[in-house]
């Protein structure tokens, strides 16, 4: 079993879901992003999701786009994105997804890429802006080095493309709420329990959802349905609000961590 599959079962066993974190890989530089992200694991974090810095981020709002710019200017590159994957696999089992987009794997060479990110302890791999279609180059070359693979299912995906999708996924399925880019919002979409049950008539595979959720409350109504809930932009403003004091970064992002785990377990 994969460990992501090891992380979905355990939650599943524990009649909660799985909590999914993102952060800037390299924000806002390397030692602090290390500490920030061994503070998510733990602190109740059972996947992490590693965005991996672009220029051009398009699927990202305002927050991550800046949260890419900091690790850009920090000095992260394709390497360096790799050795932190390395240093935080060193003392954790927990399974690490990069989140990056098509022009960083194509040009490092789709197989290199992803034999590197499975020798750094990578997990798998959710390329954005790469539809399954054209996504045959990645997919065999995750098959080929054991790497899962992790597509994205939106609100408007209509149900004959859902199986599409969910015929080259392998990790999981990860449902965006609502349309647009990521960020914080007041409330969480409305419809995805049936969203869900759409996604779940194509695939037995776990379905995550995210975008716009940020609280302990939203985290929870998410959680009585989908197997995973992803936070993203709330966890990165704890870098955003502490740049000042970077020390206070990794507790900052402990003790939000821990309020949104309490979040996830099922009546």
Same mark, same amino acid.
Request: hydrophobic share 50%.
């Given at each position: 079993?994969?460990?992501?599959?090891?992380?979905?079962?355990?939650?599943?066993?524990?009649?909660?879901?799985?909590?999914?974190?993102?952060?800037?890989?390299?924000?806002?530089?390397?030692?602090?992003?290390?500490?920030?992200?061994?503070?998510?694991?733990?602190?109740?974090?059972?996947?992490?999701?590693?965005?991996?810095?672009?220029?051009?981020?398009?699927?990202?709002?305002?927050?991550?786009?800046?949260?890419?710019?900091?690790?850009?200017?920090?000095?992260?590159?394709?390497?360096?994105?790799?050795?932190?994957?390395?240093?935080?696999?060193?003392?954790?089992?927990?399974?690490?997804?990069?989140?990056?987009?098509?022009?960083?794997?194509?040009?490092?060479?789709?197989?290199?890429?992803?034999?590197?990110? @499975?020798?750094?302890?990578?997990?798998?791999?959710?390329?954005?802006?790469?539809?399954?279609?054209?996504?045959?180059?990645?997919?065999?070359?995750?098959?080929?080095?054991?790497?899962?693979?992790?597509?994205?299912?939106?609100?408007?995906?209509?149900?004959?493309?859902?199986?599409?999708?969910?015929?080259?996924?392998?990790?999981?399925?990860?449902?965006?709420?609502?349309?647009?880019?990521?960020?914080?919002?007041?409330?969480?979409?409305?419809?995805?329990?049936?969203?869900?049950?759409?996604?779940? !008539?194509?695939?037995?595979?776990?379905?995550?959802?995210?975008?716009?959720?940020?609280?302990?409350?939203?985290?929870?109504?998410?959680? !009585?349905?989908?197997?995973?809930?992803?936070?993203?932009?709330?966890?990165?403003?704890?870098?955003?609000?502490?740049?000042?004091?970077?020390?206070?970064?990794?507790?900052?992002?402990?003790?939000?961590?821990?309020?949104?785990?309490?979040?996830?377990?099922? @009546?």
């Amino acid at each position: 079993m994969s460990r992501l599959a090891a992380a979905f079962a355990r939650a599943r066993a524990q009649n909660r879901a799985a909590f999914i974190a993102y952060l800037c890989a390299g924000d806002p530089d390397f030692d602090t992003s290390l500490a920030a992200c061994r503070a998510l694991l733990a602190n109740g974090v059972d996947i992490l999701e590693l965005g991996v810095p672009f220029s051009d981020p398009l699927a990202d709002g305002l927050t991550n786009q800046l949260a890419a710019q900091r690790a850009l200017e920090s000095g992260m590159t394709a390497a360096r994105v790799f050795e932190l994957a390395r240093r935080l696999r060193e003392g954790s089992d927990a399974p690490i997804i990069f989140y990056t987009y098509y022009n960083l794997v194509f040009a490092n060479g789709v197989d290199a890429y992803v034999r590197a990110a @499975k020798v750094a302890g990578v997990d798998g791999i959710l390329t954005l802006d790469l539809p399954p279609e054209e996504a045959g180059e990645v997919t065999a070359a995750c098959r080929a080095h054991g790497v899962d693979t992790v597509f994205i299912i939106a609100p408007t995906t209509p149900d004959a493309r859902i199986g599409k999708i969910a015929a080259v996924t392998t990790g999981f399925i990860y449902y965006v709420s609502r349309e647009g880019v990521t960020g914080v919002r007041d409330q969480v979409a409305g419809n995805i329990p049936e969203a869900l049950a759409r996604i779940r !008539a194509h695939t037995q595979l776990p379905v995550a959802v995210g975008f716009g959720i940020g609280s302990r409350a939203q985290v929870t109504q998410v959680a !009585a349905h989908a197997d995973g809930v992803v936070v993203g932009s709330a966890l990165v403003n704890g870098i955003r609000d502490n740049l000042g004091d970077r020390a206070r970064i990794a507790p900052t992002l402990a003790a939000r961590a821990a309020d949104l785990a309490a979040g996830t377990g099922r @009546k």
